[in-house]
């Protein structure tokens, strides 16, 4: 008898549990009103910290943009001084 054989023979041999399983309540299960509260807290904060963080990131590189064209004209003026 090969192992494969063998193994299947032992699995088909095993005994049933006793008492046989059972399904757990559903108050056991589920998260319920609590969870449900606490999980759309989390996304309402991840939803305002996504807001956030995009006006914040905007606003950088509103910065970068400002300075780049402030650097360009100083560096337009250093060039062609105005007589």
């Not at 088909?12 to 006793?18: F, G, K, L």
């Not at 998260?31 to 956030?52: C, E, H, K, R, Y």
């Not at 995009?54 to 560096?75: G, H, P, Q, S």
């Amino acid at each position: 008898m090969s192992i494969g054989a063998a193994l299947i023979a032992l699995a088909a041999a095993a005994p049933t549990p006793s008492p046989s399983p059972s399904i757990p309540s559903a108050d056991v299960t589920t998260p319920g009103p609590w969870g449900f509260g606490a999980i759309f807290g989390v996304g309402i904060v991840v939803a305002l910290l996504l807001v956030d963080m995009t006006r914040r990131i905007r606003r950088v590189r509103y910065r970068a943009e400002v300075n780049e064209k402030l650097d360009a004209e100083e560096r337009s003026e250093h060039e062609h001084p105005r007589s």
